[in-house]
């Protein structure tokens, strides 16, 4: 979808962090709660995505992920645009699934 001459995009955060100690584990939580403040939404244990309007939008929003970062473990991000994203094959079990869909976008004239 193109919103105003703009190129929608998908954010994924891929995490692998450390549980092992309570301080570690406050890392864990206060980053996932990072990004569930932030519009991020689980796709995966481990794994969260968002829809952003543009390009631009989507390196705010990477930014913002890259300042929560915990000290520790393993955090990596990409970004998809929608006809990329759309191209992702989903399965439950055996059962293929579609994607998830882009919000709707305000337009403004």
Not at 11 to 30: G, H, M
Not at 47 to 60: D, F, I, Q
């Amino acid at each position: 979808m193109h919103i105003s001459g703009y190129r929608c995009m998908w954010i994924i955060v891929f995490f692998d962090l450390p549980t092992d100690t309570k301080k570690a584990k406050r890392q864990y939580t206060d980053f996932r709660k990072g990004l569930l403040e932030d519009g991020f939404a689980m796709m995966q244990y481990s794994v969260y995505y968002r829809h952003c309007a543009s390009k631009e939008n989507a390196t705010v929003h990477m930014d913002r992920v890259r300042k929560i970062v915990p000290p520790d473990g393993e955090v990596r991000l990409i970004q998809f645009t929608d006809k990329q994203f759309e191209r992702m094959e989903v399965f439950l079990g055996k059962r293929r699934t579609k994607t998830e869909e882009a919000p709707a976008q305000l337009e403004m004239f």
